[in-house]
């Protein structure tokens, strides 16, 4: 199969890619707006040799992907908002087991049953953790159905060098658009990495291996916390991602990812054709959080402007990586027949604050 | 011949760890069911390509006396986890070990379905009609007027409803291929629950499907018992309730 383009929803954009890329089992439950991936999967993977499993529950998926991964096999699930809160212990379980796998949430309003159109909230729960302990995931921003193409061998290559969850976030906005994306020719990436050091496939070729995220002693709780406090800080050293633009001399930073980065992209372009000086900073990765980024604002810097889907979440990390050497600004919604904030309405506040 | 751990291997094969100091009560019936485990493992010649998915609570405790690889899932969803390794390593066997708060409480959704999919996979669970580890509370399981830490004056069923009969939800289900009901209360019964076991796996070995054992076993800590009498309590109480039963053979 060569490379080839396709004019597909994003959800089935990334079904179509995790599958090309080597993934061969998806367990997943209906949810809006993620059902489609489902859908879309268990169409193509039997062609390649694997199966979309139906679970009753998230918490069916997310244990049933546990299970997978403790074969060394590659797993993924999607799911959205209430699914993916209950996915969270799992997911904690899966940190702590240091299993690796690929998770989407196609994020939609919350809180509780929320509302089933695209929203970013669910930032805080992605990056923070829903689930119990000191754990982390790396979580990717998705903007296009080419972002999720592009970015899946690096993610399968995270998930399996670090051995954790890998989390892609996209807004349920972009989930559901429809547009062009170019796939290149398929690749089986999961399988290029040697698991044969810690699955548990049996005692064949290994002494006896167990899977214990909790502990016997004392001693077990505090080592494992800190072998994955070390790891996490190699991944944050090593594995920060983002796009930046006009950094040398904006007056204005515009920090957004996901449908509003996209948008502020195009912005900031269109507004330096205006002479007005706008730079941004689109996070591609939100954890580990691209501080790396900010560490040199321009001289000329007078405010940061955060722009979400939700009422503001990624400020905290856009505040901490300032670190008060800007006024930080927030445009933010959540909800409603247009859910986020159009390119009106972020121009609009653009220009107030320069003004200011 | 001294009870060398040698000596003993060559006797019990090398699935048994008998090096292994238990963690398990004085009298608890899960050093029985593990050990019956462990033999039907050995006699099967599966040792190597076993995986046991263990829950939370004494039975997780299980596998430290046996020698294959083993997972510890998350409180009550072994199911979940076998099902997901299964599917994606189909060549080994697997089984999960639960207890009754493990599979009946917090894990029923999963082994439900998992019997209901026929999941090709061995699912036993180790029913001592308490929570064990946690100090005896009330599990599902408990009797009707059982006094537990958190029913002291007796299970009351208008609060609590009736124990809960697991073989009996799945008897309808097809793609369950064996499925019984064993005890551990005596000698005789330990020989019948042996040649179930045996049978469970086997299932597995010819692919037919889902297998399920239900374990009746007392535990005395949690029963407040002595051991003596909570085996007397455990044939005259709790097999009044739970039937011994091979309720599903299609292993032939």
Known sequence: MPEETLFLKNTETFAESMVRCGVRFHFAYPITPASDVMKHSAVILPAFGGRMVQMESELAVANALAGCACTGRLGATSTSGPGMSLMQETISFMAGAELPCLMLDSMRVGPGDGDIIGAQSNYFQATRGGGHGDYRVIVLALDSGQSAVDLMP??????????????????????????TSTFPEPHDYASEF?????????????????????????????????????????IKEKEQRWEAWGLEDAELLIVAFGIQGRMVRELAARMRE???????????????????AFEKLPKELKRVLVVEMNHGQMLDDVRLAVNGRAPTSFLGKTGGDTPLCTLAEIKAEAERLLEA | MENTQENLSS???????????????????????????????????????????????????????????????????????ATGFKLASPDNFVFTYQGDGDMGAIGLADVLHAANKGVPITCLMINNTVFGMT????????LPGQIT????????????????????????????????????????????????????????????????????????????????????????????????????????
Not at chain 2, 135 to 142: A, D, L, N
């Open chain 1, 154 to 179: 690096t993610a399968i290559k995270l998930a399996y060098t670090y051995r954790t969850p890998v989390l892609f976030v996209m807004d349920g906005v972009t989930a559901q658009m429809t547009e």
């Open chain 1, 194 to 234: 040697d698991t044969s050091g810690w699955r548990y496939t049996g005692t064949k070729d290994h002494p006896k291996r167990f899977l214990l995220t909790g502990s016997y002693t004392h001693s077990q709780g505090y080592e494992l916390n800190e072998r994955l406090r070390a790891k996490y800080e190699i």
């Open chain 1, 274 to 292: 205006e002479k007005k000086k706008v730079g941004y900073i689109v996070p591609i990765t939100l954890w580990p959080y691209p501080d790396k």
């Open chain 2, 11 to 81: 006797l019990y094969g090398k699935t048994l760890m008998l090096d292994k100091l238990f963690s398990y009560c004085p009298g608890c019936g899960h050093g029985i069911v593990t050990r019956l485990v462990a033999e039907t493992i050995e006699a099967m010649g599966i040792r190597e390509k076993t995986v046991a998915v263990v829950g939370i609570g004494c039975g997780g405790f299980s596998h430290h006396y046996m020698d294959i690889d083993a997972i510890e899932a998350m409180h009550g969803r072994s199911p979940s986890v």
């Open chain 2, 135 to 142: 100090g005896g509370q009330m599990s599902p399981t408990s």
């Open chain 2, 149 to 252: 830490a958190t029913t002291q004056k007796g299970r009351d069923t208008h609060l609590h409803g009736y124990p809960i009969l697991i073989p009996e939800m799945m008897r309808s289900m097809p793609g369950v291929k064996y499925l019984a009901r064993e005890t551990v209360a005596d000698a005789p019964a330990i020989r019948r629950a042996a040649k179930s076991l045996r049978k469970a796996f086997e299932c597995q070995e010819k692919n037919l499907g889902f297998a399920f054992i239900e374990f009746i076993v007392p535990c005395p800590t949690g029963l407040k018992k002595g051991v003596k009498e909570s085996y007397v309590w455990c044939k005259d109480q709790m097999l009044n309730y739970f039937k011994p039963t091979i309720f599903k053979d299609e292993t032939e």
